[in-house]
């Protein structure tokens, strides 16, 4: 599941490939036309909660906060049956602990944000450190942030090191690479620090903090599944995807899984493979869930807020 | 929509897993009649032979209804109408008015867009995707520019004083029904002219719903006159003595036939014929961009355009990966009911154009070119093929050379820039050309040296009103669209606008 492959090539990240924009926007809004309707949207809204990345980020939480996360995140919408639950928990390294104990044996992950995030402007040690206490408090899965500052500056070698750096420390957890797609300000620059990222060591990639904006856009995370396509063509190593940041509606997330299936095909079609980073993408995905077996919408006051 | 599986060594599951369900565009809203008459002086009247043909839907092969087959005395009934309203009302209207008529028009257009695109996808096979996104919005969008210029004629052209030509014969092709008709009609109309249009047989549905708009926007009788009919309808036309321009857009071969009829007749002309249009993609190109736009150069309208980007030509230090990145994206296209959708490509216009397709297809295995077609299931009814490459393809191949009008790419590779130039030029076509780089230099360098009409640099297949298109060579003369589109319907002292 998580990968501790190196390789023994390592391209040229200056010579990543290009992109272009107007050619990116193009293609998106093609997904965006396709019309998903009936059995295949029920099957997708499914899909879409069991991708959750349930997400609380913020300076105010404290466990009791997160305890009722986590209860959610077990329990999206009693009422309705068959429903999934969602893929992991996203919380700061000192929840960990308490996410962890509340969620028990659900089989939802927890996943703790790390490398001072979100800024990552602190040293390599503190960085190191920050993760290893994530991971010794029972992280599965470690968000860790690039260097934005270096990456612009065109040290490409420190972010690689760093996140390979980083990679030795997660263990058994997995590693996902966020870039802060909204600091990079070009869609060349999301597919270099993909590339950079992947070679490193990352498990997924990761858009955003969703503390800047414009966060996971479509543009930016169709280049990078496009650089994921291309990794698993010359290497043979899949590594997932999460968009995070700005995906808050069924049909934005929808179109998105459109997008992963005719760019990346029914593989990646998995929480394994594919995440959601999202606080309130849940609930709107349950009222369209709730309309597509009644026929009515009902009010967000029949929907929980954790 | 379920997909075979095609062998590789990592491996991209395009197939089943999670599938878009059906999801067919209405046509509850669609009432065709059984039969469809001649617009001729404002009226819809019958045949003078009484002649009626089926019009066929292509993705069913079901018949749709009945269209009137006008003859010689048809053409000139129209012919005189188009006279007499250009003598007696057109001629002699204000600019402005005749401005305000083209705009009711285009805004008609507009409220009946659902109902145009539907009838376009039931008639041609199109995809509803581009009859709504493309076709239709692009036909009233021809119709709002050239209304603009109605009242500015005076002032289109520095240096030259320009006046109507009087009656235009129009004859359109199969491949954009109503588009043609829009970029045919507009500027005709805003230059002063008197217009008798003839849709292809198969696909003339459109241009009937047209007439009945162009009969609700109250344009004065005879200004429009549309005849439905075969080869011999327009040829009446071509051959007409009281038609002052024919504009024509269709095969080269009966281009040819038009030139010769026409020749000294005094008659103006303007030509768009076929084409063999060079996609060429540099080893620096954007490439999964690049490759979107050769898909979309090709198999746009099942690759029934004129300007289809239909050579591809690679740079050999990228081909291998520009190849695998193709054969991966035809696997996700789908292909199927055009009125559904999410359908990407939809059926092929006629029996005999697909016949046409699979011939070349034929040829292409036969001259030892290696094929790759889509994996996807096509329907068993209606005519459909599945999108197609050929790679070890020469310029000296037959299926390198000759327009296919389909689904179908030839992949050549190449080493420098000199040798594609000559290679994207060593066609009797010049209609259209793609370049795909990421250098800006290399992109004037190309556009200055390719012989087409019309060059894309990283994109393919992009119209607008206000952009003239036409091509060199053996793929016509005179162009459409823009000032020079609105120049063809114009008589210019002080020297003619070269067309």
């Not at chain 1, 849940?282 to 929980?304: C, I, P, R, W």
Request: aromatic share 8%; proline share 4%.
């Amino acid at each position: 599941m998580n990968r501790n492959k190196t390789f023994k090539q390592i391209p040229d990240f200056k010579l990543s490939p290009t992109v272009d924009k107007v050619g990116v926007e193009e293609r998106v809004a093609r997904f965006q036309t396709r019309s998903i309707k009936n059995e295949s949207k029920v099957q997708g809204l499914k899909m879409v909660l069991n991708m959750i990345d349930l997400t609380t980020l913020e300076g105010k939480d404290t466990p009791g906060k997160v305890r009722q996360l986590c209860y959610k995140a077990q329990h999206l919408h009693d009422l309705q049956e068959g429903l999934p639950t969602v893929a992991a928990v996203c919380v700061y390294p000192t929840m960990v602990a308490e996410a962890k104990k509340a969620l028990g044996d659900s089989g939802i992950k927890v996943a703790s944000v790390s490398t001072a995030f979100p800024s990552g402007q602190s040293t390599r040690e503190i960085k190191l450190l920050d993760t290893q206490f994530a991971v010794d408090n029972g992280a599965d899965e470690i968000d860790m942030v690039i260097s934005r500052g270096k990456f612009l500056a065109g040290d490409y070698n420190f972010v690689f090191d760093e996140i390979a750096a980083i990679k030795e420390v997660c263990g058994k957890a997995r590693l996902k690479v966020i870039f802060e797609t909204g600091e990079l300000a070009s869609l060349d620059q999301v597919r270099r620090a993909s590339d950079i990222a992947m070679y490193a060591g990352a498990d997924f990639i990761k858009t955003s903090t969703g503390k800047i904006q414009p966060a996971a856009t479509m543009q930016v995370t169709y280049t990078m599944l496009c650089a994921i396509r291309d990794f698993y063509r010359k290497t043979g190593v899949k590594v997932g995807m999460k968009p995070a940041g700005g995906i808050s509606s069924s049909k934005l997330a929808l179109h998105n899984l459109v997008m992963v299936k005719e760019t990346l095909g029914n593989e990646w079609l998995n929480n394994e493979w594919f995440r959601f980073g999202a606080s309130s993408l849940a609930n709107d995905v349950l009222m369209q869930l709730v309309k597509q077996e009644t026929g009515h919408y009902q009010s967000a006051d029949y929907f929980s807020i954790d | 929509m379920t997909k075979k599986k095609h062998k590789e060594e990592v491996l991209f599951n395009f197939n089943g897993g999670w599938d878009y369900s059906p999801s067919p565009e209405s046509t509850g809203h669609v009432k065709l009649k059984e039969r469809y008459d001649l617009y001729i002086d404002g009226k819809f009247v019958a045949p003078n032979s009484g002649k009626y043909f089926p019009t066929t839907n292509p993705a069913t092969e079901k018949v749709l209804a009945q269209v009137a087959h006008a003859d010689e005395s048809d053409v000139d009934k129209a012919v005189k109408a188009a006279r007499k309203a250009y003598e007696n009302v057109w001629s002699k209207l204000s600019a402005k008015e005749r401005g305000k008529y083209i705009y009711r028009i285009a805004r008609l257009m507009q409220e009946k867009a659902r109902e145009l695109a539907v009838v376009e996808t039931l008639d041609a096979g199109k995809t509803i995707r581009e009859s709504r996104d493309v076709d239709v919005p692009l036909a009233c969008n021809h119709f709002f520019y050239y209304a603009g210029w109605a009242d500015k004629l005076a002032y289109a052209f520095p240096n030259r004083t320009v006046s109507s030509l009087g009656v235009a014969g129009q004859i359109i092709p199969w491949n954009f029904p109503l588009l043609m008709a829009a970029w045919k009609i507009a500027p005709a109309l805003a230059a002063g002219n008197t217009v008798v249009l003839k849709p292809a047989e198969t696909t003339p549905l459109t241009a009937m719903l047209l007439a009945e708009i162009i009969h609700e926007s109250g344009l004065p009788a005879g200004v429009v006159n549309i005849l439905t009919g075969y080869g011999d309808t327009g040829a009446a036309i071509v051959n007409h003595p009281d038609i002052n321009k024919i504009a024509f857009t269709g095969s080269t071969q009966v281009g040819k036939i038009i030139q010769k009829a026409v020749a000294g007749t005094g008659k103006k002309l303007t030509l768009e014929l076929g084409g063999k249009s060079a996609n060429i993609l540099f080893e620096d190109a954007p490439i999964d961009q690049a490759v979107e736009g050769i898909v979309n150069g090709i198999f746009f309208n099942q690759g029934h355009v004129c300007c289809a980007g239909s050579r591809l030509f690679v740079q050999e230090s990228v081909a291998e990966e520009v190849i695998q990145k193709l054969k991966d994206r035809l696997d996700t296209l789908y292909v199927g009911d055009p009125l559904d959708k999410n359908t990407d490509i939809g059926a092929i216009n006629s029996r005999e154009q697909l016949d046409t397709i699979r011939k070349y297809i034929k040829i292409g295995k036969d001259e030892g070119a290696s094929m790759y077609e889509s994996s996807c299931e096509i329907p068993k009814t209606g005519y459909f093929v599945r999108p197609t490459l050929f790679t070890d393809v020469a310029q000296s191949s037959r299926i390198a050379q000759e327009e296919i009008f389909g689904p179908v790419l030839t992949i050549q590779t190449f080493r420098t820039i000199d040798e594609v130039i000559q290679k994207a030029n060593n066609s009797p076509y010049g209609l259209a050309a793609g370049v795909w780089t990421d250098k800006g230099s290399r992109i004037f360098n190309m556009t200055s040296k390719l012989r087409a009409g019309v060059i894309w640099a990283n994109t393919y297949n992009k119209f607008d009103p206000t952009s003239p298109f036409g091509g060199y060579k053996e793929s016509g003369f005179g162009r459409e669209g823009g000032l020079q589109g609105l120049g063809a319907y114009l008589r210019m002292e002080n020297g003619e606008l070269q067309n």
